[in-house]
C-alpha cells in the first residue's frame, strides 16, 4: 500500500471523526501521518540477520560484550499507541563478534513494526542468537507504554522492563554480572 493511499484512509477516519479535513491545520494532516506511520513501520522492509551478516568478524575475544541504553520507540500493536525507552543487549562471543551499531540497528528493526514489549525482547535476542552463535545473549528492554499512560489505566510513571536469556547468561553469576553493569554509570 502507498503512502497515497494510506493518507486517504487517514482522511477518511478524520472525517468520520467529524473534522473537517479542509480546515487549515488538517489539511496535509493525513499524507503527514501516513508517511508517520510508513517510518514507524518500516521495519517489515528489513532483515535483520542481513543487517547482522554484513558485519561478523572472527575474534578470539570471549567476554561480555554489552550494548545499553540503546533508544527505540515502536507502536503498540493492540493500540498503535507508541512505547519508548531503552535497551541493553549483550552477548559472549564464540569466535564471531559483530560491528557494534549493528546491534541498534536490530533493535530498530524490530521496534519498527507493530509490538509488544515481550515479543520484542524476545525477536532481537533470537536474532543476535541466530548470527553470531555466541556462547550466551542477554536483551533488557525497560520501556512506557502510551496505552498505559494515557487511556487506560492512565499510570504515566510505569515502566515495564522484560528480559530474556541465553546460554552463559541463563547462569546467576553471569546474569548479575549483566544486570549490575547496565544498571551501572562507569563514566
Known amino acids: 500500500m502507498t503512502v497515497e493511499e494510506i493518507a486517504k484512509k487517514y482522511q477518511q477516519i478524520i472525517t468520520d471523526l467529524g473534522e473537517d479535513v479542509t480546515r487549515e491545520g488538517l489539511v496535509k494532516t493525513p499524507e503527514r501521518a501516513a508517511k508517520a506511520m510508513d517510518f ?3 521495519g517489515y522492509d528489513m532483515d535483520a540477520d542481513t543487517i547482522m551478516q554484513g558485519a561478523i568478524f572472527h575474534e578470539d575475544y570471549n567476554e561480555m560484550v554489552i550494548v545499553k541504553d540503546i533508544e527505540l520507540y ?4 493492540h493500540h ?3 512505547f519508548f525507552g531503552k535497551a541493553h543487549v549483550a552477548y559472549i562471543p564464540d569466535g564471531r563478534i559483530v560491528g ?3 546491534i541498534p540497528r536490530i533493535v530498530d528493526v524490530f521496534a519498527r513494526r507493530l509490538q509488544v514489549q515481550e515479543r520484542l525482547t524476545q525477536e532481537i535476542l533470537d536474532c543476535i542468537q541466530r548470527s553470531l552463535a555466541p556462547q550466551g545473549a542477554a536483551v533488557v528492554i525497560e520501556a512506557s507504554h502510551m496505552c498505559m499512560m494515557m487511556r487506560g489505566v492512565q499510570k ?3 515502566v515495564t522492563t522484560t528480559s530474556a536469556f541465553t546460554g552463559q547468561f541463563k547462569a546467576t553469576e553471569t546474569r548479575s554480572e549483566f544486570l549490575h553493569l547496565i544498571s551501572t554509570r562507569l563514566s
Not at 74 to 77: F, G, K, P, R, V
Open 40 to 42: 514507524l513501520t518500516s
Open 74 to 77: 515502536s507502536l503498540c500493536e
Open 80 to 82: 498503535m499507541l507508541p
Open 100 to 102: 557494534l551499531s549493528k
Open 156 to 158: 504515566q510513571n510505569s
